[in-house]
């Protein structure tokens, strides 16, 4: 009797995992098989040393990534159980992942499971509705049905306080010429399978504009459209600010997007003061929250978009490779050696 996951269940849930969001879309992430358990992993050689010295956001992508893997298995009927960072000799596993008790997907993970290929960051000013209190309690829900806690900024004060951290946060990265040339360094003027499209980069900073932006080669705004003056902002903490603590709020990145996307919003992410650490404290000080920020959100309702591109799901798997004989030796496939 088969136990574990197959590759055809890896190479399916791995199609809807690669589609989580990651810095300048970088999609840090490897998935293989191992004894019969799906396992997701960081690729060392997709990290940003500039950008991201500590490997923050690639476990925040990771854990995203693991959401999506996991919704996968639970609406074809296989449902996992996970376990995070199973092995402290390997640190660049985030997750195991082996087959809990076979069940139908509830409407929840369903629907859920739908968004996943209409998500994606909107980085272009939003419209003036306001996000109903309906798809707010629900947005804070997701982030709790994944052991995280989701902050709203409500009013004019609480959001100019908060922009004001952001701007100076985003002034002291912009200070660093090997952040900005890593950046410059994943834009997109041609299709390609990574990095940002200057198409998705929305339009370029302008002085009047209440929160930072990073410049991606985005276009001139035209006249009349410049960025919402209070706008719907939203931190996402977790309990602490392990290697754990950041997978598991990366599961609940991934949910609270899923969420805004069933309800019709977009949802642009904004890092900066997240990734300087003063400023971080700054803003967990202003929410008097216990716990570690660990990404900020602009919601609203946007124009129609579409999704980063991707690579192919087979450059991101490792697959277990049997010889002739039944035996198994334990080697490995690479994506290069499925392609090939």
Avoid at 34 to 60: H, N, Q
Avoid at 129 to 135: C, I, N, Q, W, Y
Avoid at 257 to 266: R, V
Wanted: aromatic share 6%; net charge positive; charged share 25%.
């Amino acid at each position: 009797m088969e136990t574990g996951y197959t590759v055809d269940q890896l190479r399916a849930a791995a199609t809807d995992a690669i589609r989580a969001p990651s810095m300048h879309n970088v999609q840090p992430w490897r998935f293989r098989l191992r004894d019969g358990g799906i396992e997701v992993l960081l690729d060392p050689t997709r990290r940003l040393p500039a950008t991201d010295p500590s490997g923050w956001g690639a476990r925040i992508a990771g854990g995203a990534a693991l959401f999506n893997l996991r919704l996968a298995l639970a609406v074809a009927g296989i449902p996992a159980k996970v376990r995070l960072r199973p092995y402290p000799a390997e640190p660049d596993v985030l997750a195991r992942l082996v087959p809990d008790l076979p069940q139908r997907p509830s409407p929840a993970e369903q629907n859920l499971y739908a968004a996943i290929p209409r998500r994606f960051s909107n980085r272009a000013p939003f419209w003036p509705e306001p996000v109903p209190a309906d798809s707010r309690w629900r947005l804070g829900e997701a982030a709790r049905a994944e052991h995280c806690w989701l902050e709203l900024l409500i009013g004019v004060s609480a959001v100019n306080a908060f922009a004001e951290i952001a701007r100076s946060a985003h002034r002291v990265l912009e200070r660093d010429p090997a952040y900005r040339a890593e950046r410059e360094a994943w834009v997109r003027a041609r299709p390609e399978p990574d990095g940002v499209p200057v198409t998705a980069s929305g339009p370029r900073a302008e002085s009047q504009d209440l929160l930072p932006s990073r410049d991606f080669g985005g276009t001139q705004r035209l006249p009349g459209r410049d960025f919402e003056p209070e706008p719907l902002v939203a931190v996402l903490g977790s309990a602490g600010n392990t290697a754990v603590d950041q997978v598991v709020a990366g599961q609940a990145l991934q949910r609270v997007l899923l969420t805004a996307t069933e309800a019709g919003l977009s949802v642009s992410l904004l890092s900066q003061p997240i990734e300087v650490p003063s400023a971080r404290e700054q803003i967990r000080v202003s929410l008097g929250r216990f716990g570690t920020p660990q990404m900020v959100m602009r919601i609203g309702y946007g124009q129609p978009g579409r999704p980063t591109p991707r690579r192919p799901v087979s450059e991101v798997l490792d697959l277990p490779v049997y010889p002739t004989d039944g035996s198994r030796d334990g080697r490995r496939l690479t994506g290069e050696q499925v392609r090939r």
